[in-house]
């Protein structure tokens, strides 16, 4: 169980995960980190795809095709659905870091205390993504007025473009729907290739730190039972897959108020003509005062944790 200043917080993941991801091939353009904007926490604690300590549990599902819901819940009111932006996509020849098949060989401990805010979070994950070689996480400015699953969206992209990986395109409405209801009952979204969900998070950089950086042996992943267990860094390698041809969209869902806080829902598929994105990361772009693209660690940039607390 992990204990945050002022709060009680519960880490539960759960992930579907057809398969072991291949690396991809192309370019990229490196680019200069710049400042990013405050970002906004959602309260509750936190569940996701793998856990570990306290009383956490997880779960996985099978794939289905999505059906109609309720749609996404956040802040700010639904966009007009926008043509998918599938045209080409840049596909690094090397990538940045480590990507699937590779794992991080450990976990990037916590210090519970800097978890407890968005701000704090972020930091950590810059800590964590230096340790891996790769550059800050430098968000859009328009992110605190983002839903929760469009923060999803944009996190998890800049996990893979900032280290050389094609974008997922964006988020289409059945898929949203289907993630929401996912959301909404503590499991997986079973949108199409690989889904991860995660509940208590006190804001969507949490809920990214635990998908990417404490999803090893010994971390917050339950189904990561024994050092060599496949499903050991499964959230990860869901997030970071790049075997699926052509672009690929996502479904997103959050909930709140929940038995163990807020909980969040995240599944990918690959793009079949059809379905219009209500949020692109094409259309997300503008936001950012540099297009974000590989993100190599520089001589510049240096990360201080705060000393972990009991």
Sequence with gaps: MRTFVGALAVVVMAMTWPGPPANA??????RQPVPGPTT???????????????TTTSSTTTSTTPTSGTGTSGTSPTPTPTSAPVTTVSVPSAVLGTVPPANPAANCAPSWA??????GALELIDYCRAQQGV???????????????????????LERVNRGEAPVAGLTRPLDRQAQRAAAAGIDPAIGFGDIWEGGPNSTAEADYGWMYDDGYGGTNVDCTTPTSQRCWGHRDIILADNIPGAMV????????????????????????????VFSWAGELRYFQVPPGAEPLGPEHSYQRVPASS
Aim: avoid cysteine; proline fraction near 8%; glycine fraction near 16%.
């Design 135 to 157: 550059g800050p996480l430098v968000l859009p400015s328009n992110f605190g007025r983002l839903t929760v699953p469009e923060q999803m969206l944009v996190i998890i992209d």
């Design 250 to 277: 996502a479904g997103a869902g959050f909930k709140n108020g929940l038995s163990h806080g807020s909980s969040y829902a995240f599944g990918v598929a690959g793009y079949a003509p059809g379905p219009r994105l």
């Design 25 to 30: 091939t192309g370019s990229v353009t490196p």
């Design 114 to 119: 800097q978890l407890s805010t968005a701000a």
């Design 40 to 54: 906004t926490t959602t309260s509750g604690t936190t569940t996701s795809g793998t856990t570990t300590s306290g």
